[in-house]
């Protein structure tokens, strides 16, 4: 008797909570996810690390025995001014020194990295005034990329998936949640094509050491906004129309997140994902509910309403009734 009540206490209360049981299962699901991640990250690139971190280690040893006038901490010293030059953008080889991060194209690439939130790392501002402009400028430019982004998928998502969607549905008879699908996956094809592949058979062709799967990597990674910066296209020394290919790469940062976007909103509106998006959410006001506390409230107002139209005709009659009550004149006799 006892394990029955407790067992259906149980099930109410997790019929009661059970969005929050979802989003609970949800947010170990990340965890476990993050903790994978990091797992198969540190199993396959430690090893490279440590290859890299005795080959250094060598090289440099090597050096320090060719060039005994020179010591270590002086060795140290340089190398650690060269990279935090280098962390900055600015390199002392010869074959870099060559190209400015500041001119005007390599300014317009820095501000849409920046808008777009994808921040490459390869460039920052030197200057205080220009951390400080860096700040203020992000502050209003992002959440006005992102209005414009916004306005600019909305308008387009009309032409790319509501319009086609409702064609096919009209004229095949086919029903929206089939084509909804077939829509996505097709778009989803096309957008991989011309905006992850094609790319990077280009970057692949420019850049000198490229080949497929970095292109592709970079692709993905801008796309995505991740923007790791070890892969930065137009930085080699012996770049042809490098003012030009920095403009290209420009609106093909800007043109590829639409792209993304309006791909993402297309699965977002399909009927199985908002299905799997309410077992999440809290749930809303039911609109039964809603609808009950309106008639209520309407009939309490029509009942208010009736009592004091009733209220005035009893008045009207209590009224009409005392006039009667006044002695008729009466008729001169003659």
Not at 18 to 31: C, E, P
Not at 125 to 150: E, H, N, R, V
Not at 151 to 163: E, G, K, L, N, Y
Not at 234 to 239: T, W
Request: aromatic residues 12%; charged residues 15%.
């Amino acid at each position: 008797m006892l394990q029955s009540l407790a067992s259906s206490s149980c099930v109410r209360l997790m019929q009661n909570h059970k969005s929050t049981w979802y989003f609970a299962s949800l947010l170990l699901g990340y965890v476990l996810y993050l903790v994978f991640g990091a797992i198969i990250f540190s199993s396959v690139e430690l090893p490279y690390e440590d290859l890299l971190r005795q080959e250094l280690r060598a090289l440099k040893q090597r050096f320090l025995q060719e060039n005994e006038c020179l010591s270590e901490e002086r060795l140290e010293r340089f190398l650690k001014k060269a990279l935090d030059a280098s962390n900055y953008g600015v390199s002392i080889l010869n074959n870099a020194s060559i190209n400015w991060n500041w001119d005007f194209t390599s300014s317009l690439f820095f501000a849409s990295t920046v808008l777009s939130t994808t921040g490459y790392g390869h460039t920052a501002p030197l200057s205080d005034g220009g951390k400080a402009f860096c700040i203020i400028y992000s502050a209003i430019g992002i959440p006005f990329t992102l209005l414009f982004l916004t306005a600019a998928v909305q308008r387009i998502m009309v032409f790319s998936t509501r319009r086609p969607i409702s064609y096919v549905h009209r004229q095949w008879g086919l029903s929206k949640a089939v084509v909804g699908v077939a829509h996505a996956v097709v778009l989803s094809f096309l957008a991989i094509c011309f905006f992850l592949l094609i790319p990077a058979a280009v970057f692949s062709a420019l850049e000198d050491n490229w080949n497929f799967l970095d292109s592709s990597y970079f692709c993905f990674i801008s796309l995505s906004t991740i923007g790791l910066g070890d892969y930065v296209p137009g930085e080699a020394a012996n770049q042809n129309y490098r003012e030009l290919y920095k403009m290209g790469i420009t609106v093909y940062l800007i043109l590829g997140l639409i792209v993304m976007l309006v791909v993402l909103e297309t699965f977002c509106e399909l009927q199985q994902l908002k299905q799997l998006r309410k077992m999440f959410y809290l749930k809303k006001e039911k609109q039964k509910d809603r609808i009950a506390i309106l008639e209520h409230d309407q009939l309490s107002f029509s009942s208010v309403s009736k009592a004091a139209a009733s209220s005035n005709e009893d008045n009207r009659h209590m009224f009409g009734s005392t006039t009667t009550l006044v002695p008729p004149r009466s008729d001169t006799i003659e």
